[in-house]
């Protein structure tokens, strides 16, 4: 009965080991500036907005999805994404993508959208009527 608990708390240790080196290995940068994105081979969270003017490509038998983005000093990036578009995609106010940049593009593994809250349009409307 004893070996039972000291084989299960040994299994419990070895995962929490595992688990714990993993998480540290998690190497992903937070950029903004795609003068810096363009420079490095590492996964990336980068944080911009869609160029609403050259649309975006649904590319269905492929399942991809691809559009512009550009940061806050209005560099633009071809975004390459291999899955569907995202839900509220084209009223979003912000988009983060996370992924890596190579051969000219970057290629996101994940795309979350931030979209205007109800809330920021009561504002605005209560800034106005004032």
């Known amino acids: ?36 994105i363009v420079k490095s081979d590492a996964t990336i969270k980068a944080t911009g907005s869609w160029v609403k003017e050259k649309s975006y490509d649904i590319d269905k038998q492929k399942n991809v999805f691809s559009f512009y983005m550009k940061d806050y000093n209005g560099k633009e990036i071809k975004v390459i994404y291999k899955g569907a578009i995202p839900n509220n995609f084209e009223s979003s106010t912000s988009v983060v993508v996370t992924g890596k940049y190579k051969e000219g593009k970057f290629y996101a593994s994940d795309i979350l959208t931030k979209c205007p809250s109800k809330y920021e349009t009561e504002y605005e409307a209560a800034e106005k009527a004032s």
């Open 1 to 36: 009965m004893n070996n039972k608990y000291i084989f299960g708390g040994i299994i419990i240790v070895i995962f929490f080991g595992i688990m714990g080196f993993l998480l540290t290995q998690t190497n992903i940068k937070y950029e903004q500036d795609f003068a810096e």
